[in-house]
């Protein structure tokens, strides 16, 4: 079974920094995709960034310029660094990968909060 666990979220003021982590673990996977979406209370779902294999990124134009995705294919990690922090950018950050175990499939985390405020 493969399990994807994020971390990093939390409550920055507006202007401020997180880094969020994504791991995926188990055993016998590969991972082609890998990126963050996020969902703000009342709204749907929506991409934010993401990296291939290899590491060919694609972002939302509302993050460019301020967001970066990164991945780490040894440690099966991908990462997001967020500056320049703005409330709009309040959501639950979702991790997601597309991981061969049998076939290839989608892979989700459960969600890390992050909260932009003052």
């Known amino acids: 079974q493969v399990q994807l666990v994020e971390s990093g979220g939390g409550l920055v003021q507006p202007g401020g920094s997180l880094r969020l982590s994504c791991a995926a673990s188990?055993?016998?996977?590969?991972?082609?995709?890998m990126g963050w979406y996020r969902q703000a209370p009342g709204k749907q779902r929506e991409l934010v960034a993401t990296?291939?294999?290899?590491?060919?990124?694609n972002y939302a134009d509302s993050v460019k310029g301020r967001f970066t995705i990164s991945r780490d294919n040894v440690k099966n990690t991908v990462y997001l660094q967020m500056i320049s922090l703005k409330p709009e950018d309040t959501a639950v950050y979702y991790c997601?990968?597309?991981?061969?175990?049998?076939?290839?499939?989608?892979?989700w985390g459960r969600g890390t909060q992050v909260t932009v405020s003052s």
């Open positions: 997601y990968a597309r991981i061969m175990v049998s076939y290839w499939s989608d892979y």
């Open positions: 188990g055993s016998a996977f590969s991972i082609r995709a």
């Open positions: 990296i291939t294999i290899d590491h060919s990124t």
